[in-house]
C-alpha cells in the first residue's frame, strides 16, 4: 500500500510515522520519509521521542538529514548532536551552510560548540569563527560567505562551468558576483542574464555596475527593507574596505522580516522578545517575558492613582466626575497607542526617519484635532442625551458635560502628541522605537489626561471652586 | 563631471534631476537615469512636477520605463496615463508583467481600466480579465500566470533551448514546472538541478513530484506562511482541478508579507488598514482610519463608567478606593493585550491553529497566575509599605490592600483567558482575529475589572457593608 503524504495532516503523519517505526518497517519509513520536504520531516522529528529522532534522522539522505537539521528546535539538535558519533557530526557539519552551522552554533552550550568546531575542517572552522564575530542582528550576523565569484573577463560559457562545478554547495547560484583582484566588488549578473546571453559575450559587457550592497555591520533591518524596495534574491555584503564577504539570500531575509516584525509586535505590546514559537514557550518562559514590563506600567500606574489622590476632596464633593474617568483614559490611551503604533511601523519599513520629525508631529496634531473634535462632538451630545436627558442624572450639567468634551480634545491632541515624538526621540537617541509602545504612551497619557481633566474641571465648575 | 549617485542621498539625487531637468541637459539626465534602479527612479519620480514626471520617463528605456511605472503611487501612475498617447500606453503595458498590470488596474477608475483594457492585445486582456476576478487577498489574485513550463520527457539541454527563448519575458526562470498533456501540474525543478545535470538527462527523471501548491482561492497568508517555511523562490497555484494557472514569485510574497503584517499591527491598535504610506496618507484618510474604532471604543468605555456610577456612594464613603482604579485598568488591559496579540500572531504565522483552543487557554490561565500572584505579591508590599508606612495614608487598611491585591489575581487570569479566546473564536466564526485587538480587550476587561474590585471591596470591607 502506498502511503500517500499529500492526502494527510501532519499528526496522521506523525502517526504512521511512528507504527512504522515501532513495527522496524524501516524501508518503508525510508521511502516515506524521501517523499518528504525537510521542513516536514523536521516538524514529525520535533515530536517524536529522542530514540526514534535518532533512529529516522540516520535513515534520511545526506543532503536532506543537513536540511532537516537546520529545521530542528535547538533543543534537538542539541540532543542529536549529543547522540552522533563524531564521524556522524562531521558528515552533518560539511553538508551544512555555513550561515545555517553558525546558526545551530549560537543556541548550543559552550562544550558542544567546542565538539562542532573541533570535528570541522580547518577552513570551515575559521570561516564559523569569523561569521560568530559579527554583532547580533547585523548584517554580517546572517550573511553567508559561499556564494558564486566570477571574473568580469570571463566569457558566458567560462561561467557556466564555473558555476557548474562550484554551484552545488552554494546556498544560491542565480545571482553572480564579479570581483577584481583584491576582491572588491565591481559587479553582479544573474543566471537569467547568462542564459539569455550568448556563450562568447564578456561577462564585463552586460554585468550590472550600479550595485545595492550592505556593509557587515549594518543592521538587519537595512537589509529586511532593500530586500522590500529592491526584489532581490540575494544582496552583497561588503566590509569596510568594500571587499566582498558574504550574501544575504532572499529565504533568510523572510525569516529576519517575520522575526523583526514579531519582535516589534511583542515591544509594542508590553513584552520582552521570545525566540520559540508560543505553543514551545514553557509558562515560565512566557511569564519572563511579560512580567517586568506589567511590573514597570503598574507602578508608574500608581502614579496616576495619586493623582486621583490629590483630588479625592473634590471628587467626593462631585462623584459624577469618577464615571467618566474610564473613558478619558481609555480614549487617550487609544488616540497615543495608534499613533506610536503609526509612526513606529513607518519607521521600521524606512517610510519615516528623522528628519520627517516636524512633519509628522505637525500631521498628528492636525489628525489629533479633528480626532478630538468629532469624538468631543459625539460624546456631547451622548452625555447630554442618555445620561442627562433620558437618564436623568441631573449632577450633569452643561458645565459638567463640556468639562469632559473639552478635556477629550486636549488628551487626545496631547496623546497623539507625545505617541508620534517618544518614539521617534528613543530611535534618534539610539533605543528601539518600539519601546515607546502604546502601553507606555498610555501610562503618561494616563496622568496627563487626569490632570489637565481635574484642571479644566476645577476651572469651570463652580462647585469646584 | 561624472555624478556619483552612490554617494548622494534621496534629495540630494531630486535636487541634482530638477537642475537637469531645468537646464534641459536631457542628454546627463538620461544617463543619470539610466545608472538609476527603477525603485530608485521610481521615488524620485513621486517628488517631481507631473510635467517633469512625463518628461523623464519618456527618458527611459523601455524595460526600466515598465519596472519604474509599477514602482510610482497609483495617483501618479493615472496621471501619467492620462499624459501617454495610446502607442505609450501600450508600450508600458507590453513590457508589464500581467501581475503588475493588475494590481495597477486595481487602484484606477473605471475610465482609465477601459482604456487600458483596450489597448491590450485580446490575449492579455484575457488573462487580466481572468486575474481580476479573484477575490481579494486569495493566492489567485497575486499569482502570474507567466511562468517556465516544461515537458517530463525534454532532455536538460532542450529545456534551457526552452527557457532561453521564452525565459525573457518571465518573472523568475529559476523554477520550472512541468505539466502534463491536460496542464494537470505533475513535477517541479529549478535552473540550479538543471545546471548539475548532464545535457542528455531527461527530466522526468530528476524531477521533484512531491509538489507543495496553492490553489487559487486560498488565502495569500497560507502563500506567506509556506514561503516562510519552506523557503521557495516560487510557489505554484493551481485551479480546482489540479491544473497549474499561475505562480507567486517571492518578491510578491515579500510584499504580501509586509502588507499583512502593517494590517494586522494597525487592527491589533485599533485602526483600518491604510493602504498607502503613513506620509502620503492625508489628514483626512488617517483620521477615517482611526476615529471609528476610537467612537466605538469610547462608547464602549462609558459602560465602565457606568459601572462605577453604580458604586457611586460607596466610593464616596471610601474615595481611597478610586485612587486605584488606574493601577486596575491599565495592568488588567495591558494583560489582556499582551495575551491576544500573542496569540494573534501565533495564528498568522500558522503556530496556532483552533485545534490548540484547549491547550492555549490552559497555558494563558497558568500565565495569568504566575503573573497575577507576583504582581500582587509585588503591590500588596509596595502599597503597605509606601503608601501605608511612609506616605501615612491611614485609609489603607490591611484589608483593603488585601482587596486591590486579589483584584489583580482575578482580573489578570481573566484578562489572560479572554485575551486569547477572543482571537481564536474570532477567527473560528470567520472574523479577522487582529479586530479582537488589545484595546477592544482592554475594554471588557476594564468593565469587568471594576465589578469584581467593587464586589471582593464590598465583601470585604466592613465599612461598605
Redesign the interface.
Known sequence: MKVD??EMDEEEIIEEIQTLCEKREFAKLKNLLS???P?DIASVLDEVSANQRLLMFRLLAKEEAAETFVELDSDNQESLIHAFSDSELKEVLDELYLDDAVDVIEEMPATVVKRILRNADSETRESINTLLKYPEDSAGSIMTPEFVDLKKDMSVEAA?KR??RT??DKET??TCYVCDSSRKLIGVTT??EL??HDYDDVISDFMET?I?SLNTLDDQELATQL???????ALPVVDMEGRLVGIIT??D???V??EE??E???K????LPTEK???KTS??E??KS??P???L???S??F???I??GF?DK??AM??L??????L???G???G??AS???I??MS?G??TFR?FF??IW?EI??GL??GL??AA??FI?IWLVDHLIMH?DDITLIVDLAICLTLVVEIVFAKFIGCTLPMIAKKVGFDPAVMS??FI??VV?AVS?LVYFGIATALIPQLH
Open positions: 503524504i499529500q517523499e518528504m520536504n521542513a557556466f558555476i557548474r554551484g552545488i547560484i542565480y543566471v537569467k542564459l539569455l550600479n545595492i530586500f522590500d524596495k529592491y526584489n532581490f534574491l532572499v529565504d531575509a523572510i525569516d522580516i517575520q516584525n514579531t516589534d509586535i511583542q509594542m505590546n508590553a513584552m514559537t508560543y505553543l509558562v515560565f512566557t511569564w511579560r512580567f514590563w506589567l511590573l506600567l503598574m507602578i500606574a500608581t496616576t492613582g495619586s486621583i489622590t479625592e471628587l467626593a462623584t459624577v469618577t464615571a467618566f474617568i474610564p473613558m483614559m481609555d480614549t490611551g487609544n488616540s497607542g495608534q503604533v503609526t509612526v511601523r513607518a519599513l517610510e519615516v520627517d512633519k509628522v500631521k492636525r489628525v479633528v480626532c468629532s469624538l459625539a460624546n451622548k442624572n502604546s502601553p498610555t501610562t494616563d487626569l
